[in-house]
């Protein structure tokens, strides 16, 4: 790994590109989740959807990690 003075991780081609994929299946996943946003519709069922979405396994979260990882505002 490349460090600059500060202690910065200088990202790799490579790197960059999984970073730019990971955050382009995030938007994607999200615009689909505030689509499914209208009246009837619980926060349990849109974040048991990103769950699938995303691949969340629930076997290996931590056992105090919240109910419900996504937060809904209303």
């Known amino acids: 790994r490349i460090f600059h003075e ?5 990202k ?11 955050g382009s299946l995030s938007a994607k996943i999200m615009r ?9 519709v619980t926060s349990i069922e849109i974040d048991s959807f990103i769950d699938n979405a995303i691949g969340v396994d629930p076997a290996v979260l931590h056992p105090l990690a919240p109910p419900f990882r996504f937060g809904v505002s209303i």
Do not use: F, T, V, W
Not at 6 to 10: C, K, Q, T
Not at 32 to 40: F, S, V
């Open 6 to 10: 500060e202690m910065i991780y200088i």
């Open 32 to 40: 689909q989740a505030l689509e499914m946003c209208d009246e009837g």
């Open 12 to 22: 790799s081609p490579e790197q960059i590109a999984k970073i730019r994929a990971a």
